[in-house]
T-cell receptor, first 110, second 114 residues
């Protein structure tokens, strides 16, 4: 059975801290790993990773994939209160469907 | 205008009632999905459709049915709603032809079954 696990499930930090969110997956016919940010509404796309070891960056956010060990991390540096959200990762089962993890709820305190 | 729309945005219904949630998209994507989200469980796939004639069950299809009326429309029905179907429901689309596989989500429908 396809599965995606995220850790931690919940995290509270203060502004300026750096956080690392983890995502591991077991998916047949894996093609890509996607990260989404969900505030109070629909998830919004952050990154798509298809190749091992190639870091993707967007401002203070970065992510990398390890296809040998079947995991990905999402780093957020110099966190701000606006980073407070649920971060979801999803494994793309070669376009058949997307398997989502439970999400990590990040709270950034001022 | 939003690319993926859902109606209604909020709905309260009683146990045993039939209810339909509708999703429309203007992105021209072939693939459409219905998910439900429960606290602590992330998004779980109910049904997905790769085109008008191709509909597939997801992880939790029991108690639900779908209809793909056109490329742009994908409806989810609860034939006889029950309280444990209270959840936030999302429709999503994706398109493989561009090589970008991310999904685009609608704003969600909050359904409460009493």
């Amino acid at each position: 059975e396809d599965k995606v696990v995220q850790s931690p499930l919940s995290l509270v930090v203060h502004e300026g801290d750096t956080v690392t969110l983890n995502c591991s997956y077991e998916v047949t016919n894996f093609r890509s790993l996607l990260w989404y940010k969900q505030e109070k509404k629909a998830p919004t796309f952050l990154f798509m990773l298809t190749s091992s070891g190639i870091e993707k960056k967007s401002g203070r956010l970065s992510s990398i994939l390890d296809k040998k060990e079947l995991f990905s991390i999402l780093n957020i540096t110099a966190t701000q209160t606006g980073d407070s959200a649920v971060y979801l990762c999803a494994a793309d089962n070669y376009g058949q469907n997307f398997v989502f993890g439970p999400g990590t709820r990040l709270s950034v305190l001022p | 205008d939003a690319d993926v729309t859902q109606t209604p945005r909020n709905r309260i219904t009683k146990t045993g009632k039939r209810i339909m949630l509708e999703c429309s998209q203007t992105k021209g994507h072939d693939r459409m999905y219905w998910y439900r989200q429960d606290p602590g469980l992330g998004l779980r796939l109910i049904y997905y459709s790769f085109d008008v004639k191709d509909i597939n069950k997801g992880e939790i299809s029991d108690g639900y049915s779908v209809s793909r009326q056109a490329q742009a429309k994908f409806s989810l029905s609860l034939e006889s709603a029950i309280p444990n179907q209270t959840a936030l429901y999302f429709c999503a689309t994706s398109d493989l032809t561009t090589g970008h596989y991310e999904q685009y989500f609608g704003p969600g429908t909050r359904l409460t079954v009493t």
